[in-house]
């Protein structure tokens, strides 16, 4: 059983909870039962641990195990996962053009997955997708999809779907878009919105009709979104 | 200006932290101007404080509002409001039977308030509304939307709209329900869904229909409802 944090599988573990780290490893942590065994059915666990003496897990004291942890509550089981990336695209996809809080991400993962959209393509700007935050909100969801990193504009002009912003400034009402069968869609940032760059690609955009002039939360519009044109 | 926290203005406002002294008085708090200035339109405003000399405000020093704010970010403008409660009905309502984080009772607020549903129905076990999370994340939702507050078995009983549930278990797919004029929506919690008083008064369910055996922010699939049912 592993009780000291000297030892070096530790230090690395506490190494990528830092997120230069984990893009350098390309390694990132799960904490859970649940998470530990989606990662290890999506064949991306390199390494599991325990705070109980178990088969094919590596037991560390209770005291490492909370140090590992980024949640007030009692973890018993820990994976260090492997990033996998595939350059092969869904015929739906979703753009992320710097959404930024970790639940928003998550949320929006459980959603895309949920609706057929494979493909997520996390813009510059974005938060890092291996946050513990996103990963505990994507409930499993980010081992059941296929990321891409980049400048979303570079990105929008490679494709050959039918590219749709979400600037309400004339967008078409979602219930009167065509659906198309290879679509992609880009939400933006929760305070500015689609960045100016990606807004001066002319896209046609998509709104959500409302009553009032509120706006929704960006997971909530998106996944609203995601779902007319999901499955 | 007030720059002592033993000043008694302050020690009230001190106090509304704390969920069961908002009940007792009836009172909560809002930061930030975008608040303060939606709590006037609403006309629950009691009494607006600042940093700032300012007509109609009651002034600070900067230690006294960062004690009383609960963001790390600096506020400038604090609100104090009353709790309003209206006993009429709208047409479309929301009933939360139990939803727990702070960021989905926001969200699902604003989604509420674009899609019409003008009633809330807060069901025992849900996480207090006044709570400074959930005004933050209602982005001023919370404003326009009119609480009750109760057991959800005995509210729906009262009601003659068409209330349908959440459970997943023989649901109707969420694009086949009838629109009816006057419509009740369950939602449960994150964790467990909707209790098993509620389950057990054998209303008509709404799913919606998911590849995978994925599930959905409730948050999320509160909002697709609502937006199906909407405006």
Same mark, same amino acid.
């Given at each position: 059983m592993?009780s000291s944090? &000297?030892n070096?599988?530790?230090?690395t /573990?506490?190494?990528?909870?830092?997120?230069?780290? #984990?893009?350098q490893?390309?390694?990132?942590i799960?904490?859970?039962? *649940?998470?530990?065994s %989606?990662? #290890?059915l999506a064949?991306?666990?390199? %390494?599991?641990? @325990?705070? %109980?003496?178990?088969? %094919?897990?590596?037991?560390?004291?209770?005291?490492?195990?909370?140090?590992?942890?980024?949640?007030?509550?009692?973890?018993k089981?820990?994976?260090?996962?492997r990033m996998l990336?595939?350059s092969n695209?869904?015929?739906?996809? /979703?753009?992320? &053009?710097?959404v930024?809080?970790?639940?928003?991400m998550g949320s929006?993962?459980?959603?895309a997955c $949920?609706?057929?959209?494979?493909?997520?393509?996390i813009?510059?700007g @974005?938060?890092?997708?291996? =946050? &513990?935050? +996103?990963?505990? @909100?994507?409930?499993?969801?980010?081992?059941?999809? =296929?990321?891409?990193?980049g400048?979303?504009?570079d990105?929008?002009k490679t /494709?050959? *779907?039918k590219?749709?912003?979400?600037?309400? +400034? =004339?967008g078409?009402p979602l219930?009167?878009v065509r659906?198309?069968?290879k679509? $992609?869609?880009i939400?933006?940032?929760?305070g500015n919105?689609i960045s100016?760059?990606?807004?001066a690609?002319?896209l &046609? =955009?998509?709104?959500?009709p409302? #009553?009032?002039?509120?706006?929704?939360?960006?997971?909530?519009?998106?996944?609203?979104?995601?779902?007319?044109?999901?499955i």
């Amino acid at each position: 059983m592993i009780s000291s944090m &000297d030892n070096s599988k530790i230090k690395t /573990l506490l190494k990528l909870k830092q997120s230069k780290y #984990r893009k350098q490893e390309q390694e990132f942590i799960v904490e859970g039962t *649940h998470l530990v065994s %989606e990662a #290890r059915l999506a064949n991306v666990l390199i %390494e599991a641990y @325990s705070i %109980e003496e178990k088969d %094919e897990y590596i037991q560390v004291s209770e005291a490492v195990m909370k140090k590992l942890c980024n949640t007030d509550t009692v973890v018993k089981e820990l994976g260090l996962c492997r990033m996998l990336s595939k350059s092969n695209l869904s015929d739906k996809i /979703l753009i992320l &053009d710097g959404v930024q809080d970790p639940g928003n991400m998550g949320s929006l993962m459980r959603s895309a997955c $949920a609706f057929g959209f494979d493909t997520i393509f996390i813009g510059t700007g @974005s938060v890092d997708i291996y =946050n &513990d935050k +996103v990963i505990r @909100s994507s409930q499993g969801a980010i081992f059941k999809l =296929n990321f891409l990193f980049g400048n979303v504009c570079d990105f929008v002009k490679t /494709l050959n *779907h039918k590219v749709y912003g979400t600037n309400v +400034v =004339n967008g078409i009402p979602l219930k009167e878009v065509r659906k198309e069968e290879k679509i $992609a869609i880009i939400l933006g940032n929760e305070g500015n919105g689609i960045s100016k760059e990606v807004n001066a690609l002319g896209l &046609d =955009n998509i709104f959500i009709p409302m #009553r009032n002039t509120e706006s929704l939360n960006v997971a909530v519009a998106g996944s609203i979104i995601l779902y007319e044109f999901g499955i």
